[in-house]
């Protein structure tokens, strides 16, 4: 099961944020109290009584009726949503790795179900009027993508998601697929402003550093390598076959026995 800790990291970008800022009081103090309680996955039991029991226990004006209405609103304005999945709520944060620092190691099994979004770009939140499930527009604005020959064209401009998929699994010997989850991870970082050169270049390095680790070899994966917090650390990595170049052969080695000793200490906060 995942990994429950005493809480979770709310970073200080979250003053700057537009969606945060477009809540009304209630739904922001609820949202703030619910990232907390939020799984290794970005994920909780959605029920509103499981809510006011555990989130806003002693804040006595949060009733159920409150709770569905800024539930509602954090799902329309914010990447956390509130879904409904066989009769049960769940709440997720659509972009949780982009916000946590997390060792996949700690992280555990997902066992609770993932937020989908529609193929029509509806999202399957609750409805306005009331409390069962139904499909609404996002009031949210919805980029728009065509895919074209295995890249995706959106407001980036044409992000090639196969080919930095391919690379990633030759220079591994992985096997990974273009999936959403590994789309999303690819997209966040073409929007940072990484190209597919960058993504070629952490393939190639963290290949050089985990592919022959047994240790290390299961963090060559999208989800690490590609994380917000970790992918222009791993770009800045200094090629490991020119770090010696022009050294005589003794300091080459002495060189080398300090590179493992700090690797082996970097490889351990991974």
Request: hydrophobic content about 35%.
């Amino acid at each position: 099961m995942p990994i429950q800790t005493k809480g979770r990291m709310i970073r200080r970008d979250v003053s700057k944020s537009q969606k945060i800022a477009s809540l009304s009081k209630e739904s922001t103090i609820l949202f703030l109290m619910i990232i907390p309680h939020l799984n290794s996955f970005g994920k909780l039991n959605g029920s509103p009584h499981f809510i006011k029991g555990e989130v806003v226990p002693l804040l006595e004006y949060f009733d159920i009726k409150l709770i569905e209405k800024c539930l509602k609103e954090i799902t329309e304005k914010t990447n956390v949503k509130w879904f409904k999945v066989a009769g049960l709520h769940y709440l997720q944060s659509i972009n949780w790795e982009e916000h946590q620092d997390l060792r996949e190691s700690r992280r555990g099994h997902d066992e609770l179900p993932d937020f989908i979004r529609q193929s029509d770009n509806s999202i399957d939140i609750m409805e306005k009027s009331g409390s069962s499930p139904g499909q609404v527009r996002p009031e949210v604005k919805v980029e728009v993508e065509v895919e074209v020959k295995g890249k995706v064209e959106g407001e980036n401009g044409c992000i090639p998601y196969l080919e930095i998929i391919t690379d990633l699994n030759e220079k591994t010997g992985k096997h990974y697929r273009d999936t959403r989850d590994n789309k999303s991870m690819i997209q966040a970082r073409w929007k940072d402003g990484f190209r597919l050169e960058d993504f070629q270049q952490v393939h190639l390095k963290m290949s050089a550093r985990w592919k022959d680790d047994p240790k290390m070899n299961q963090y060559l994966r999208p989800s690490t390598l590609y994380a917000a917090t970790k992918f222009e650390g791993y770009l800045n990595q200094q090629d490991i076959k020119n770090k010696f170049h022009g050294a005589t052969h003794g300091a080459a080695a002495l060189q080398m026995i300090d590179e493992l000793r700090k690797q082996k200490e970097q490889n351990e906060n991974v």
